[in-house]
């Protein structure tokens, strides 16, 4: 099965985000106005379902969600060009949501994160055969009226006649065998048994103006997966990025980058900042390095936990294999060698190899003097050591 990719914004060297849509929905009409908001931070990518928006396309045979997350794979690596296989964060609504879920079921390695929105592990009560039946004698203008008090709060047609009118518009636009398979789809759909199989974190969200029932999926989808969190957010109903683009960009981006310095109180950067220092340096180094501070040397280590922790190596600008170099190469040039070897240890941490980092003392010896390269080549060697 083939699915038709949406460019929604950013750029190619930033971290991908797949958008999935609802059904009866097309990528551009549901999530534009969000994508607009991510685009500084994401390359954005969204998606259309069978015979939605840009895909033409109806299968001539009884489609699953499985396939349809085969799909999505299958764009993702289409967009990387044969180069290294990416990984990438999700986002879908309803049907999209779904298709997320069965992402992070089957390709574990490749989903980073996911946000999903007014999304069922199970089909609950949605009466999708009889959704199915009813789009295929009417069409799908025969569920607008219907789609109109689901997905929308109930000020938003006054508040966004537009928008509104191109979400109805977009329903109205779909073939109604496309639709119909989708249904029937979600009809067969059911993963519950496999959620604890879920390790990426996951948030969940649900409208306050949706129907109840509709809330209690995506809180079985947040208690039943490892990292759960599930988010219920007030004035929307259930094509939340649509509703509210500017409250769901943000919500989205703290699961994707985390916190903005802006929102993060003193205690919480300190927080990111010591979980990062652990994970790059070794819990039992920092720890060490807690436990022997003194009353003259304690104020020094919470403002190294900060600092340099939380408030430069937690920045999403670089990975932390970029910032390995920086510092390795700052070291040299400054002649701190027991940082140097610390450092040149969460290199290693770091996925940096013992080649790439004799490049990086390569290039130190032109920029920084071959007296202190040579220097760093010989704790190098002492380091490399310990690892035999």
């Known amino acids: 099965m083939n699915l038709t990719a949406v460019r929604l914004g950013g750029r190619p060297d930033l971290p991908l985000l797949v958008l999935g849509p609802a059904l009866g929905t097309t990528a551009q009409t549901l999530w534009a106005d969000t994508a607009a908001r991510l685009a500084p931070d994401f390359q954005v990518v969204g998606w259309d379902l069978p015979g939605h928006g840009t895909n033409t396309l109806v299968p001539e045979h009884p489609v699953e969600v499985a396939d349809l997350a085969a799909a999505v794979l299958d764009l993702v690596d289409d967009m990387a060009s044969g180069l290294e296989v990416p990984t990438f964060h999700y986002a879908g609504v309803g049907a999209g949501g779904a298709v997320g879920l ?50 929308f709060a109930p000020t938003f047609e006054a508040r966004e006649p537009r928008r509104c009118a191109a979400l109805l518009d977009a329903l109205r636009g779909t073939d109604p065998e496309g639709y119909a398979v989708v249904c029937e789809a979600l009809a067969r759909f059911d993963v519950r048994d496999r959620l604890g199989e879920v390790a990426a974190p996951v948030v969940t969200v649900a409208g306050g103006h949706d129907v109840p029932a509709a809330a209690t999926g995506p809180r079985e989808i947040a208690d039943g997966v490892r990292h759960g969190r599930a988010v219920v957010l007030d004035g929307v109903a259930r094509l939340v990025p649509a509703e509210a683009p500017e409250a769901f960009a943000r919500l989205v981006r703290d699961q994707v980058l985390g916190p903005s310095r802006d ?41 190294i936990t900060e600092y340099a922790w939380g408030g430069i190596w937690s920045r999403p600008g670089l990975d932390r294999r970029s910032r390995s170099m920086i510092a390795v190469t700052a070291l040299v040039a400054r002649g701190h060698h ?6 040149l240890r969460a290199a290693r941490t770091n996925g940096l190899t013992v080649e790439e980092i004799t490049e990086v003392l390569m290039q130190t010896a032109v920029y920084c003097g071959v007296p202190e390269a040579n220097i760093a080549f010989r704790i190098a060697q002492q380091v490399f050591a310990e690892e035999r």
Do not use: I
């Open 102 to 151: 069965q992402l992070l079921l089957d390709a574990p390695a490749r989903v980073a994160s996911a946000v999903l929105v007014s999304t069922r592990a199970a089909p609950g009560d949605n009466d999708w055969a009889g959704r199915a039946a009813t789009v295929r004698e009417g069409g799908t203008a025969a569920c607008l009226d219907d789609a109109a008090r689901r997905w």
């Open 263 to 303: 929102t993060m109180t003193v205690a919480e950067v300190r927080k990111a900042g010591m979980a990062v220092r652990r994970e790059v340096l070794g819990a039992a180094y920092v720890d060490r390095a807690m436990a022997a501070a003194t009353e003259v040397t304690r104020d020094f280590q919470e403002l």
């Open 338 to 343: 027991e940082e140097l070897a610390m450092h």
